[in-house]
């Protein structure tokens, strides 16, 4: 009896010993612990308002975290240049999965009540896209149901990365509602004060004129000062405001002349920029 207790208990020494050396080799790991490095560099910079306004474009986002981090934003195990993957708010990421691993390691951002958080997560795209097919628990339905719940009725404590293109849509609605007053014509827009001052009639709130992400007010579309609405060709393509500043996702909102709002990658936004001429602060 002795000798068997003493084998499961040698047994059960292997299993922590097992375990412990695993979790700190992934504690330790190389790549990680770079991408902790940068996680804190992002922190700093999205509470420093004087670093945020000279993120417009990634190209610039990636040469104020070079600055910063003063290390490759590449992965040192791999060798591979970290990506970005806006649409699983990934901020950076592995590029393909580790030697030894079939996970990544990547940088997840997050908008809160307290602003904007980013995190070292193992992040797999796989087994998230196999994951979203697979049926619910009943037990996440119900988190689900309580958490809706309790936003619905304490909406400060939800985070809504969204708030950013309500606002851009309620001030493109202000410039609907300023055309039609104005015989279809387009308010001044070379300057986003005055801009800001003739639209201020049509809105509740001075706010929405921000960006509750950035901090960093709308852009109106210089080409459209005292434009004729009619002579436009194609309103659902000309943007009548834009964000100076791009979102941790690498994301930009962009508002059009006929009232829709949506989001621009960056090849997409260089593309706009080109084509319309638009200003960066």
Same mark, same amino acid.
């Given at each position: ?147 809706? *719940? ?5 909406? &400060?404590?939800?985070?809504? %990365? ?5 606002? +851009? $849509?309620? /001030? ?59 002579? *436009? ?5 000309? &943007?009548?405001?834009?964000? %100076? ?5 690498? +994301? $930009?909102? /962009? ?27």
């Amino acid at each position: 009896m002795r000798k068997k207790k003493t084998l499961w208990l040698a047994i059960l020494a292997v299993v922590v010993v097992l375990l412990l050396s695993t979790y700190v080799a992934f504690i330790s790991h190389p790549c990680r612990q770079r991408l902790k490095r940068t996680a804190s560099v992002l922190n700093e910079i999205w509470n420093d308002r004087n670093l945020i306004t000279q993120l417009k474009t990634p190209e610039g986002y990636q040469r104020i975290l070079k600055e910063r981090v003063n290390e490759p934003l590449a992965c040192p195990d791999t060798g591979a240049p970290y990506q970005f993957f806006p649409e699983a708010s990934i901020v950076l990421a592995d590029a393909q999965p580790h030697k030894t691993r079939k996970f990544r390691f990547a940088i997840e951002w997050r908008h809160t009540k307290k602003g904007e958080t980013f995190r070292v997560v193992i992040w797999s795209p796989a087994a998230k896209a196999s994951k979203s097919k697979s049926t619910p628990s009943f037990f996440r339905i119900l988190f689900e149901f309580i958490w809706q *719940l309790t936003s619905w009725f304490n909406p &400060p404590f939800r985070p809504r %990365p969204a708030d950013c293109q309500t606002n +851009l $849509r309620n /001030v493109n609605m202000a410039l609907m509602m300023y055309i039609q007053d104005y015989d279809e014509k387009f308010p001044p827009m070379k300057n986003v004060a005055r801009t800001q001052l003739v639209l201020s009639p049509y809105t509740h709130n001075m706010g929405i004129f921000f960006c509750p992400i950035t901090k960093q007010p709308y852009r109106p579309n210089p080409q459209l000062h005292h434009k004729p609405l009619p002579t *436009l060709y194609y309103p659902a393509e000309t &943007p009548s405001f834009y964000e %100076p500043v791009i979102h941790p996702d690498g +994301l $930009r909102g /962009v508002a059009y002349a006929d009232g829709h709002v949506r989001f621009a990658t960056p090849s997409q936004w260089q593309t706009i920029q080109k084509r319309y001429k638009l200003p960066l602060p």
